[in-house]
T-cell receptor, first 116, second 115 residues
Framework: GAVVSQHPSWVICKSGTSVKIECRSL??????MFWYRQFPKQSLMLMAT?????????EQGVEKDKFLINHASLTLSTLTVTSAHPEDSSFYIC????????????FGPGTRLTVL | AQTVTQSQPEMSVQEAETVTLSCTYD???????LFWYKQPPSRQMILVIR??????QNATENRFSVNFQKAAKSFSLKISDSQLGDAAMYFC????????????FGTGTRLKVLA
């Protein structure tokens, strides 16, 4: 149980285009999901908290107009990188909060984004 | 604001030996969780062990155990009988209360296991 998937696992796009990454909880309902960014050999940096049916809460320094997050259902959250540039190239990881009420998060396998 | 510090960027251990990874944190909250995650080369985050702050007993999971010192705000991970498959990045994470459920990660420790 508690499986989180991400799609795609990797994507290459041209500068200026938009890319959508999907995060799904496969066997449970996730009212809260999180999006992280991880640069090579660095830790995970929280970008935003996504709550089903409401606007995402972005961390300080994260451009909400560039990184659009939608959590339209209890099993799906999406991250859209708009007008992507090479500096947006990174590894993006989503997670879902344990529905049983603990603070544990279940992580997706990540998406590697390369912007040319 | 809460902080998590992992002061060992890299550690090495001989196969079958024991190694301890350090983690300290700072918080003013009384109710929180602490976690150790393993990130192998696949980059999938894998939960190793978790500790609820209100529990005084140290958590254990097979070869993995923690030394949780709440007053000292220390949460170290001990890996016994180290195996080659234990080689990975290990991240300590703080999961606070207050309804946000956010994690704060440490900078990580790369563990090498020597055959």
């Amino acid at each position: 149980g508690a499986v989180v998937s991400q799609h795609p696992s990797w994507v290459i796009c041209k500068s200026g285009t938009s890319v959508k990454i999907e995060c799904r909880s496969l066997d449970f309902q996730a009212t809260t999901m999180f999006w992280y960014r991880q640069f090579p050999k660095q830790s995970l940096m929280l970008m935003a908290t996504s709550n089903e049916g409401s606007k995402a809460t972005y961390e300080q320094g994260v451009e909400k107009d560039k990184f659009l997050i939608n959590h339209a259902s209890l099993t799906l959250s999406t991250l859209t990188v708009t007008s992507a540039h090479p500096e947006d190239s990174s590894f993006y990881i989503c997670s879902a909060r344990d529905p049983s009420g603990s603070n544990e998060q279940f992580f997706g396998p990540g998406t590697r984004l390369t912007v040319l | 604001a809460q902080t998590v510090t992992q002061s060992q960027p890299e550690m090495s251990v001989q196969e079958a030996e024991t190694v301890t990874l350090s983690c300290t944190y700072d918080t003013s909250e009384s109710d929180y969780y602490l976690f150790w995650y393993k990130q192998p080369p696949s980059r999938q985050m894998i939960l190793v062990i978790r500790q609820e702050a209100y529990k005084q007993q140290n958590a254990t999971e097979n070869r993995f155990s923690v030394n949780f010192q709440k007053a000292a705000k220390s949460f170290s991970l001990k890996i016994s009988d180290s195996q080659l498959g234990d080689a990975a990045m290990y991240f300590c994470a703080y999961g606070g209360g207050g309804g946000t459920y956010k994690y704060i990660f440490g900078t990580g420790t790369r563990l090498k296991v020597l055959a």
